[in-house]
């Protein structure tokens, strides 16, 4: 069972939609991150969250936009997206932002871009 | 800048057979190193980590022991189960407490 929780698991979406992806962590952890991960590359970092402030943008295209109202939830808004989006979208926390500190992840969003 | 290398996959071994899985890493000052495990439709767990050099991480009958000289982290089990397949991943986080860095991960699958 895992604490970070995140919806849905699989969605498909046209290019021209707008949809967003949820994560709530359950651990009572300070930082939050969303990275992307596509086949046969290492996980990409995407954004980084530290006590609902945005401390990372690891040079993301905006049509993806990250949100984060507080240290539970993190939400990727996604508009207009490409083909080569399509990937598994993963939520991770850690309970803080530093080198020790192993992150947990969340079971992903598989995303299928039309 | 700071990069992890796996070896590539996939390993196929059978049931009580040694594993090793390679794993090195460029990083400035002193990272601390993890291996994470991901089953079929799972997020990334963190099956073991160490901090410092000579540091030995060990989890679930699985070790690795962090090398500064020979910048390395392989992973490593005595007798695998089939219950071990998965996709595992070698990461480090600098000193500076930048988010992981993954390699490309490695899968492993075991046969009874």
């Known amino acids: 069972e895992t604490g970070v929780t995140q919806t849905p698991r699989h969605l498909v979406m046209g290019m021209t939609n707008k949809k967003s992806l949820k994560c709530e962590q359950h651990?009572?952890?300070?930082?939050m991150y969303w990275y992307k991960q596509s086949a046969k590359k290492p996980l990409e970092l995407m954004f980084v969250?530290?006590?609902?402030?945005?401390?990372e943008n690891n040079s993301v295209p905006s049509r993806f936009s990250p949100e984060c109202p507080n240290s539970s939830h993190l939400f990727l808004h996604l508009h207009t997206l490409q083909p080569e989006d399509s990937a598994l979208y993963l939520c991770?926390?850690?309970?803080?932002?530093?080198?020790?500190?192993?992150?947990?992840f969340g079971d992903g969003t598989r995303l299928s871009i039309l | 800048g700071n990069s992890v290398t796996q070896m590539e996959g996939p390993v196929t071994l059978s049931e009580e057979a040694f594993l090793t899985i390679n794993c090195t890493y460029t990083?400035?000052?002193?990272?601390?190193l993890f291996w994470y495990v991901q089953y079929p439709g799972e997020g990334l767990q963190l099956l073991l980590k160490?901090?410092?050099?000579?540091d030995k991480g060990s989890n679930k009958g699985f070790e690795a022991t962090y090398r500064k000289e020979t910048t390395s982290f392989h992973l490593e089990k005595g007798s695998v189960q089939v219950s071990d397949s998965a996709v595992y991943f070698c990461?480090?986080?600098?000193?500076?407490?930048?988010?992981?860095?993954f390699g490309k991960g490695t899968t492993l699958s075991v046969s009874s």
């Open positions: 651990l009572g952890h300070n930082a």
């Open positions: 991770a926390s850690s309970q803080e932002r530093g080198p020790n500190q192993p992150q947990h």
């Open positions: 990461a480090l986080s600098n000193q500076a407490g930048t988010a992981l860095i």
């Open positions: 160490a901090t410092k050099a000579d």
């Open positions: 990083a400035t000052g002193y990272p601390s």
């Open positions: 969250y530290n006590f609902k402030e945005q401390t």
